[in-house]
Structures are given as structure tokens and as C-alpha cells.
């Protein structure tokens, strides 16, 4: 069995794309299974900052094709800027490196327009307005365009025609305009013969890597807690984020699967609405936002900040079968007098140790650590770091049953230490 899945434990933003990296050093494929350019991961290139949205952070190493997969839906302009860019940088982008599935569904005009109007009104619940849920929509309601599609003119017609007339009561609804059809397909059709070269089977690709004992390493976007199944409903993303997501969104069986690593920060952090019950409102939380550079890598919108909430990581840690868990970020806890842990809830006076459906009415019930000051670069082990990061990687690992097997001190490479 030689899947690993790389997931996000919490909200998102989890620091994902530093561990990626570091995994697929020696990976044969990295795949990513859902969401699409509502992700971003700010990669240093050569020297050069850039965010990439679709392309999995695999490819900044020498060897493993970047696979794109079925489950995603794909911003095909996004997809061709994001690998202009780095093949700019002079990184290969050929089919070599990144295979981008058939069946991936496409994000297309109408589905940014209509995820924008609907976040001007009352109903908006806080997402990149890339087009995401209206694109899930789609696919779900059979009038979906997959990237295939986009190479035979005749089909993407009837596609796109069919979707269109079915979104266009929503689109006036809205206040909107319905789009011409002949500009999208013009658009879409010279988009599918410039990917064409990229788009293939993924899923037989993926079999053969499981089939010959490849080393697989599948990315996650977007963090457990915004599931479409399992998250902080209705303020979560449209696909599945879980490493159960990997198996469908790659069209593996879950027996190819052997670890499920999950990725939490050494506090929590969300953007958009919904609940949070461990959020900080005050000066401390505007601290760690301007410490940890917490603002959205897609939107530049500032993050909510709190504290690492064990109830909602113990949870994740369930919902993913998690085998280990790697801790980011404990270097911007560095100078705060206090580091506090969420152990449980209160509502109504009675302690909650689980993950209700509704967050609302909840509040946290703390464990209070002593803080540190001082760079943690020089801890080598368990044993250097200073006390209340000790505690908390103990705390951690007894509420979730799982071992931290690195704790991540700064955006560096080097700067992970090895616990376990
Ligand atoms: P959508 O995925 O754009 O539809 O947004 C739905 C919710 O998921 C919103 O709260 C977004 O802020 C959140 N979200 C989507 N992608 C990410 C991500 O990569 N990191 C953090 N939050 C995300």
C-alpha cells in the first residue's frame, strides 16, 4: 500500500503545502483529490513568491507528476495563468509533470457569476467566490462540463447550453445578466486545445502507480471542518475534503490508502462565516493574525484567529482515521504570556466533550500553559522545547489518540522538528 493522504484538520490554511512538500520528495505521483481554486499555497520558487490554487505544491520537485484529479473542479484560465507562471519560473509544466483528469469537472463564467451574486445578498455564508459551489451544483444536478468535454466542440455546446438555460431564472433572480453562450464556448474551446496535451486518465494513471507500488502522496484542499458532509454545515465548501475524499476524488479503493496525516496549526484559524467557538475578538487574536501572516492566500481577507480547539481536533482526527498528525506554526505562540487549549464545551451548564451538529451556544472550556519566549529553531527533540509546547503536543496527542510526529517552527524547510 503506498497512499498517503495529506489532510487539513481543521478550517483550512493549515500549513499544508510546507508538509506536502516535504513528503514528496521522493513521491513517484502527487494527486489532488477535491475542491479547486478556492485553495492557495504561496510557494517561494527560485527566489520568487507566487501562489498556486490547482496545481498540486508537489511540483516544485524534480520527479513527481502532479496530478489534477476527478474530483476537482478546475478554472481552466486559472490553470493555464497558475502554469504560465511557473514555467516562467522554470519550473517544466509539460505533460511530464502534470496530468490533469477527464473527468475533472470545469468551473466556467457562469458558476463565478452566480457564487459572486449570491454572496451580495442575505444568504452569503463568506466563500472565495471562485465559483465552487455553483460548479459542485452542477455536477450533482448531471449538467456538469468535465475537462473532456472542453475538447469536442459539439459536446461542450449542448453542455454549456443545458446549464445555462437551467441557471438563468437564478441568474435574473439574482439581479444578474445571463451570459452569451458563443463567448464562453469561443473562451473554453481554445482553453481545452492549449490543455489538451495535459488532459488525460488519471484514474487508470493512479491505478498503475497503486498497482506497481509507486509512491503516492494525495493532497488535500481546504480543511476537515468545511466537509460538505461532516463540517460546520451550511458554512462549509462543496466537496469532500476528508481522506475518505482521496478514494472517491481519485478513484482509488480506500484499501490503497496506508496513512492519513493531518495537518492542524498549534492554534486555529478560519476564514469566512460560521462558527468558532475558541475565537479570540480581541488584541491577542489580531497578535497571532499579524504574527502568523493569517490572511487568505486567495482572497487576502483577514483570518479569524483563536485557539487549538481538541474537541474539533479529536473529531477530525476520527473523521480522517488519522495515523499521525503534524504541527504547524507553534513559533507564532512565541511571546504570549498564556498558551490556552479548548479541552470541551459548556451549554446550558453541562460539559460537552463531542462535536454537535450546531455549534451555536457553545463555549470553550480552557486548559491554560505557561507561553515561551525565544527562537525555536535550536530544539532538536521533544525534550528542547520549552514547557507549554510540551504540554500542548501531550494534550494534543491524549485528546486524539494519535502521535505528533513533527511540530513545524517557521515557513523554512529546516524548521520542523521531529517528535516522533
Ligand atoms: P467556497 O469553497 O469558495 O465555496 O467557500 C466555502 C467556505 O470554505 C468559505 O468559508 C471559505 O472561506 C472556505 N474555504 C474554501 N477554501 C478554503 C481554503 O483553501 N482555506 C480556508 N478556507 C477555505
Request: aromatic share 4%; with cysteine.
Amino acid at each position: 500500500m503506498t497512499v498517503n493522504v495529506v489532510v487539513g484538520a481543521q478550517w483550512g490554511d493549515e500549513g499544508k503545502g510546507k508538509v506536502v512538500d516535504m513528503l514528496t520528495e521522493h513521491a513517484d505521483v502527487v494527486a489532488r483529490y477535491g475542491g479547486g481554486a478556492n485553495a492557495g499555497h504561496t510557494l517561494v520558487v527560485n527566489g520568487r513568491k507566487t501562489v498556486i490554487r490547482l496545481v498540486p505544491s508537489g511540483i516544485l520537485q524534480d520527479k513527481p507528476l502532479c496530478v489534477l484529479g476527478s474530483g476537482m473542479v478546475i478554472d481552466p484560465a486559472v490553470l493555464r495563468t497558475e502554469l504560465e507562471t511557473l514555467a516562467s519560473y522554470g519550473v517544466d509544466t509539460s505533460a511530464k509533470r502534470v496530468l490533469v483528469s477527464e473527468h475533472a469537472h470545469v468551473v466556467l463564467p457562469y458558476h463565478v457569476l452566480i457564487d459572486q451574486l449570491r454572496e451580495a445578498g442575505a444568504n452569503a455564508i463568506g466563500t472565495t467566490k471562485r465559483g465552487i459551489g455553483p460548479a459542485y451544483e452542477d455536477k450533482v444536478g448531471r449538467r456538469g462540463v468535465r475537462m473532456i468535454d472542453l475538447l469536442d466542440g459539439a459536446r461542450l455546446r449542448a453542455r454549456v447550453q443545458h446549464a445555462v438555460e437551467a441557471w438563468a431564472p437564478t441568474i435574473l433572480n439574482l439581479g444578474g445578466e445571463v451570459p452569451a453562450i458563443e463567448p464562453i464556448l469561443e473562451a473554453y474551446s481554445a482553453h481545452g486545445q492549449a490543455l489538451r496535451p495535459l488532459i488525460g486518465d488519471a484514474t487508470e494513471r493512479l491505478h498503475q502507480a497503486v498497482e506497481r507500488g509507486e509512491s503516492v502522496v494525495a493532497e488535500g484542499a481546504q480543511g476537515s471542518l468545511l466537509d460538505i458532509d461532516h463540517g460546520t454545515y451550511p458554512y462549509v465548501t462543496s466537496s469532500t475534503v476528508l481522506a475518505s475524499g482521496a478514494a472517491s476524488g481519485l478513484g482509488i479503493g480506500p484499501t490503497a490508502i496506508s496513512k492519513v496525516i493531518g495537518i492542524t496549526k498549534a492554534y486555529a484559524t478560519r476564514v469566512g462565516s460560521g462558527p468558532f467557538p475558541t475565537e479570540l475578538h480581541d488584541a491577542l487574536g489580531e497578535r497571532i493574525r499579524q504574527r502568523g501572516g493569517e490572511f487568505g492566500s486567495v482572497t487576502g481577507r483577514p483570518r479569524r484567529c483563536g485557539w487549538i480547539d481538541l474537541v474539533a481536533l479529536r473529531h477530525a482526527t476520527r473523521l480522517n482515521g488519522m495515523t499521525e498528525l503534524v504541527m504547524t506554526k507553534a513559533d507564532v505562540l512565541e511571546g504570549l504570556e498564556t498558551i490556552r487549549v479548548c479541552v470541551a464545551y459548556e451549554a446550558g451548564g453541562q460539559r460537552v466533550q463531542r462535536l454537535p451538529a450546531a455549534l451555536d451556544g457553545l463555549s470553550a472550556v480552557y486548559e491554560d500553559l505557561p507561553g515561551f519566549s525565544g527562537n525555536l529553531s535550536g530544539c532538536r527533540g521533544l525534550a528542547d522545547l520549552p514547557e507549554g509546547l510540551r504540554r500542548l503536543v501531550a494534550l494534543t496527542e491524549a485528546a486524539t489518540g494519535v502521535p505528533i510526529t513533527w511540530l513545524s517552527v517557521g515557513p523554512e524547510r529546516e524548521q520542523s522538528i521531529r517528535l516522533r
